[in-house]
C-alpha cells in the first residue's frame, strides 16, 4: 500500500528537523542537556563565612606586651609588681598604623599573658593597669589599641591566656568562673572582635596568690570549652576561635613560620584539644579527609622572643626572612600572624618599624606586575563545555570565577599564553575553596626551545598557594593539575 503524498512530505520534515537538532546538539552541546551542566557540587566540608573572610585577611599582626616587657621574662611567674608597669610614651596607634603600612589587615593583643596582669583595668582583679603608675592607673591598653584599629579600619582581636599564674585559685573551679568574667568584660567593653586566641600553653609553677608552687590542670577537661566559647559567642556570634585545635582555627604546630608544604584545611578535631602532647604534625599539614574545615594559622615573632627585650634589638628578622615567611605561610595557604612586640616606652622599636617597612617594599616589589593579568587560557577540558567554566576565568581577576572540569575528572592541564618570552620569578595559584579544597597534587611547566619543561611542582593549593619559579623565561605557562579529591575548582591564577 503507498502512502499519500502529502503524508510522505511530512515525514521528510520531521526527518530534516531531527537531523538539524542532532547537528546542533553536537556542534553546541548545550549546557542544559549536559549532566556537568551547573558548579560542581560542593565538596564537604567548607569554610563559614566569617572564615572565608578571615582566610582573605591573610597577613595578622600579634602584640605581645606585658610585665615582661620590663622584666626581660618570657613567661613572668606571676609574682611581678603592678609598678614595674611604666611605658614611657605608648602610642597604640603608631603600632597600628605602622602594621597597616605594612599591609596587615587585623591585630591581636594580648590582654592578659601566663603571669595574670590585665592591660586593661579589670574589676575582678588588683593585678592589672589600674595598679600601675601608668597614667596614674587610668590607662587601658586594650582600649587604646580596639579604638586604634576602629580608626585605621583594622580588625581587632584578643589573646587572653587561659593559664594565670598569678591568680591564687588557678587549678580549681573558681578560677575557670574569674576567666569567663574577664571573657565577658573583653567581648562586651571594647566593640567587635574578629578572633578569640587561645593560648594552649599549661605550664605549671607558678606564684598562685603566694602558692609558690606547681599546680597541673586537666587541658581536655579543666577549662569546659564548651561552655566558655558559649559564654563568649552569647556576646560576640561572629568572633572565630583559635586554639591549637579550633573549633574555627588551628595552630600550625611550630613557632618558626612554616605552614605545611601539604596544608587541608581540613582535620578531625573530636580527639584534640589545646596543649594537647604530640599533635605538631597533623595539625601542621591537616588531613585530608577531615572531618571539618579548621585552617591553620602560623603565629611567629619578627624577633627571638614574643616580648620587647633591649639584647634583641639587634636580632629582628630581616625584610628578606619576613618575606620568605611570608611565601611559607600565605604562599602555603595559611594565614599569618607576625607578632611585634612594643618596647619598654610602649612603641615599636625603630629597627622592627624598619623591618616592616622593607617587608612591605619587597611584597610590593615581588608581586608587582602580575603578567598573566587577562591572559589567553586554552584548557585540555571544561566543565560541560559551557563558558561558566571555562579556563580563561583564571585569569579575569575575579573572585567568584573559576575553571572546573567534568564531575570525575580528577585531573586536567590549562596553558596559559603571555604573548611575549619574558623572565618568571613566581606562580600564584588559588582554589575556589568555597566549594571545598580539592587539588592533592600539581605542576608547573613552561615552553622552552620548544619542549615543556617542569619548573615547579607542589601538593595542596587551598586559598592560596605561591611557588617560586627561580627566573625561568618562557611566554606559555602551563599547570598540570595531577590529581584531586573531586573535580579541580580553580579561580585565580597569576604570574610574577
Ligand atoms: C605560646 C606562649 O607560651 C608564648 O609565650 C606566646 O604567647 C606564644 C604565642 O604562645 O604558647
Known sequence: ????????????????????????????????????????????????EKQMGWHEM?????????????????????????????????????WVRTLKDAGFKGVILTSK????????????????????????????????????????????????????RNHPEYGKPAYVEYYRNQLKELFTNYGSVFEMWFDGANGGN???????????????????????????????????????????????GNERGTAGETNWNTITNDTLYAGKPGIEKLLNTGSENGTKWIPSEVDVSIRKGWFYHPQEDTLVKSPETLFN????????????????????????????????????????QEFKTNVAKNAVVKGSAFRGNDPNYSPS???????????????????GSIEINLNKTQPLKYIMLQEYIRLGQRVKSFTVEVLSDNRWREVAAGTTIGY??????????????????KNAKACPVISNVEIF
Open 1 to 48: 500500500m503507498s502512502l499519500p503524498k502529502n503524508c510522505l512530505m511530512k515525514k521528510e520534515i520531521v526527518a530534516s528537523v531531527i537531523i538539524a537538532l542532532a547537528i546542533f546538539l553536537f556542534a553546541f552541546n548545550p549546557p542544559y542537556l549536559n549532566k556537568n551542566a551547573g558548579p560542581p557540587a560542593p565538596l564537604y566540608p567548607l569554610p563559614t
Open 58 to 94: 591573610e597577613m595578622n599582626a600579634f602584640i605581645h606586651f606585658t610585665t615582661n616587657t620590663f622584666t626581660g621574662l618570657e613567661w613572668g611567674f606571676g609574682n611581678e609588681s603592678n609598678s614595674i608597669f611604666n611605658p614611657s610614651s605608648l602610642n597604640a596607634t603608631q
Open 113 to 164: 599573658h601566663h603571669d595574670g596582669f590585665c592591660l586593661w583595668p579589670s574589676k575582678y582583679t588588683q593585678h592589672s593597669v589600674k595598679n600601675s603608675p601608668w597614667k596614674n592607673g587610668k590607662g587601658d591598653v586594650v582600649k587604646d589599641v580596639a579604638d586604634a584599629c576602629k580608626k585605621e579600619g583594622l580588625k581587632f582581636g584578643v589573646y587572653l591566656s587561659p593559664w594565670d
Open 206 to 252: 607558678g606564684f598562685y596568690g603566694g602558692a609558690n608552687e606547681t599546680r597541673k590542670i586537666n587541658g581536655a577537661t579543666y577549662y569546659d570549652w564548651p561552655t566558655t566559647l558559649n559564654v563568649v559567642r552569647a556576646i560576640q556570634p561572629n568572633v572565630l576561635f583559635f586554639s591549637d585545635a579550633g573549633p574555627d582555627l588551628r595552630w600550625c
Open 325 to 364: 615567611i611570608y611565601l611559607t605561610t600565605v604562599g602555603r595557604g595559611s594565614t599569618l600572624l607576625l607578632n611585634v612586640p612594643p618596647d619598654q616606652r610602649g612603641l615599636f622599636h625603630e629597627n622592627d618599624v624598619k623591618a616592616l617597612q622593607g617587608f612591605k617594599k619587597l611584597l610590593d
Open 393 to 411: 576565568n583564571v585569569t579575569d581577576g575575579k573572585k567568584a570565577t573559576y575553571w572546573a572540569t567534568d564531575d570525575n575528572v580528577t585531573s
Open 464 to 481: 592560596k598557594r605561591i611557588l617560586k619559579l627561580n627566573e625561568v623565561s618562557t611566554n606559555k605557562v602551563r599547570i598540570n593539575i
